[in-house]
């Protein structure tokens, strides 16, 4: 079992940053991948980044360059570092999991990009 809570979503204007966090109830180094997905209202949901173990990332082709996902394993926290952030970047962002097979997510946290 994987327990994971983001955090660190809000509003921000176009152009703007923000970090979203993601912490695990065990230790991340044992989880095979790591990554953050989106869905925007009326869309279905879609994988943004993903961190593998060892450390190869993954990023969809409108986040690159913006975006940057890392994880610190003393923590057991994976990050998702957002830049230059546009209004289509507004999703509820949710932190994903695969370990032992099953797939594990967070509740979501919404961010919202507008003047």
Known sequence: QVQLVESGGGLVQPGGSLRLSC???????????????????????????????????????????????SRDNAKNTVYLQMNSLKPEDTAVYYCYARYNYNDYWGQGTQVTVSS
């Open 23 to 69: 912490a695990a109830s065990r230790t991340i180094f044992s989880i095979n991948v790591l990554g953050w997905f989106r869905q925007a209202p009326g869309k279905q949901r879609e994988l943004v980044a993903r961190i593998l173990s060892p450390d190869f990332t993954y990023y969809i082709d409108s986040v690159k360059g913006r975006f940057t996902i």
